[in-house]
């Protein structure tokens, strides 16, 4: 009997600690989500006021009338999910090949794109805004999807070479005696059965893009302009408009979260794929 009531209080304990450590999650996200509809004379009171009538002006001002920053969070939705695809057009196939083929600088190769993801994105933007100045793609979605193929490839290969890596090779071989070739092995077999680890690898890799701000802030002008770069339009010389600014951070929260939500199953199975063999 008391080891019973032992574990329903380790239980209790656990259960209590976890909600504690939710809420200090959470609260970040409650307090930008408060203060972006809370009226403007109550930013500065002491103590917070936590009880007042919402208003959404400022979701209005900003994404509807005049709606300044509309074509902001358009331009990150389409930098994002272009450069997560190209990302994986290009890394799925690469990605077979380092799992399966053992090939000249074949380690070399995966250790310098990981470099590329252990770089700080600073040590990049003078290259690539003389670059990209030379050929007139400064300013243009086209450039700005270039330069995150910096960190999205690299990631997404490495992200879907572990998938790949736990898939049996028998599965494979029994395709090639079927009479399949390489190109249905890849498409109709590999593909589909980590179709888990795709979603979890374009996952992280939109919203290792969407998070981006160093790369917009040397190459994005005028309609390319990323929103999390236009938030900073609200800082200005006469003091900060914190209304606008929690606004434009509480939706360049949404996007990731709407995908993590949707593809919560996927990412769940994709994170324990391959966890368990027998």
Known sequence: ?????IDKLTRFGSIIILLFITIIFIFPVYWVF???IKPPQLNLIEPPAFIFTPTLDHYIYTFISPGKNLINLSSSIIVSTA???VAFIFSFPASYAFSRFNFKYRNSLLFWYLSLLLTPPIV???PYYILMSNLGLRGTYIGLIIVYQTFAIPLTIWLLKSFIDAIPIEVEEAALIDGADSRTIL????LPICAPGAAVSMAFTFVFCWNNLIFPIILAEGPTRTLSLATFEYFTVTGATWNYIATCSFINILPPLIIFLLLRRYIVRGLTFGAVKG
Request: hydrophobic share 55%.
């Open 124 to 126: 990049f933007t003078i």
């Open 1 to 5: 009997m008391s080891g019973k009531i």
């Open 83 to 85: 450069a997560t695809i």
């Open 187 to 190: 498409l109709k077999i590999i």
């Open 34 to 36: 408060q203060l972006s």
